[in-house]
Structure formats: C-alpha cells, structure tokens
C-alpha cells in the first residue's frame, strides 16, 4: 500500500483575507483596492471580511501591524540583551531584513504608505514604528555611552540603516517586470548582501 499523501496546511479564512490584502495594498495602494477585490483573490464571501476584520481599514492597519509588531518584539529582544551595542546593532539589522523576507509586501506598501503622509495609519498602529524606533534609539544610546558609537541624530541613522532595505525591495519589484533582469541595476542582490551591506554602512556610520 502506498504511504498516505501528506496534505497541504490548511489556511483560515482571516489568514487568506490577510494574505490577500497583504498582496494587493502592496501591489497597488489602500485606494487602489476594494473588499470585492480581496474576497476574489482571498476565495471567500465578501461578508468573511466583515466578520474577521469590520472594514478595509481594519485589514490594513493589521497587515501593517504584523510587521511592526514582529519587528518591535524583536528588537526589544535585543536591545535587553548582553550583546554588545555592535552586535545589536548587527542583530537588528539581521533580524529587519529576516522578516521582511517573511513579508515581502511590506516594504513596498510602507514605502507608499509614508510617502503618501501615512493617512491611512491611525495612532495606534504608528505607535508600533514608535515601539521600533524607540528599541533602535536604546541600542544607539547604549553605544554612545560605552564609547562603541560617535552621537548621532537617531533618526538619521535609522533612516540611513533601513532606507536601503526598503529602496532594494522597490528595485525588485521593478527588475521583476519581463525583459528588464540584463539591466545592470536590476541585477538580483542576495539578502546575504543585503545584511551585510547594511551591517557595514552601520559601523563606518557610527564609528567614534
């Protein structure tokens, strides 16, 4: 008797109306999709996404506060621990780029999202960047104050560490198009790379 075929996961139903949504603000923005739009791709009753999430708004603010909320734990994480400011510098920047890797809709449609002014983000879901950048600041005051970084203004160095992580997945999506991959700048970058590039900007940034 042959061995039993191994069925594939099943998916909830709020986890497709997320997955859905996730690919489609990504894609093209909050205004540039409806809820008919995310029932068709997620499969399900329009209805279902009343019932899990009340509005499109609600969908949203919870494919962006997956993210921040993964990030912000993670980075609270290491901001506590016994590495030193280097290491955690190198950790955070490790770990943004890991779940971004997990979610790669997410820094397109923050991308968009920000350069827009945020309208679409109420307080408590930007409390999350908060949470992230306030983990980000302790890491930065830590070496500061053990002589391992030079001072300087947090939130430029925020922008200069995770600015290309976000700029490279927009090159993605535009090498992604047919015929364009002979490009020179759209040639794939490795996420290795990616980190790596990131962790040494980081270090000749801070260096005292």
Do not use: C
């Amino acid at each position: 008797m042959p061995p039993a075929r191994k069925q594939p996961p099943t998916v909830s139903t709020r986890e497709a109306v997320f997955n859905a949504g996730a690919t489609l603000f990504s894609a093209r923005g909050f205004d540039g999709v409806s809820v008919d739009d995310i029932a068709a791709l997620a499969g399900v009753n329009k209805a279902m996404i009343y019932y899990h999430f009340t509005d499109k708004i609600a969908v949203y603010r919870a494919v962006v506060a997956d993210m921040l909320t993964a990030v912000s734990g993670s980075v609270a994480e290491i901001a506590a621990s016994d590495a030193d400011p280097q290491q955690k510098l190198n950790l955070f920047i490790e770990n943004f780029v890991r779940h971004a890797e997990q979610r790669p809709w997410f820094p397109l449609l923050m991308l968009r999202e920000m350069a827009e002014g945020a309208p679409h983000l109420d307080l408590p879901t930007l409390g999350y960047i908060r949470d992230v950048f306030a983990g980000f600041g302790r890491i930065l005051a830590e070496g500061e104050r053990t002589g391992a970084f030079r001072k300087i203004n947090p939130i430029l160095a925020y922008a200069t560490v995770v600015g290309p992580l976000v700029l490279n997945a927009a090159r993605e999506r535009v090498a992604a198009q047919p015929g364009r991959q002979h490009l020179p700048m759209l040639t794939a970058v490795s996420h290795a790379d990616l980190i790596a590039h990131g962790q040494e900007t980081a270090r000749r940034m801070l260096m005292p």
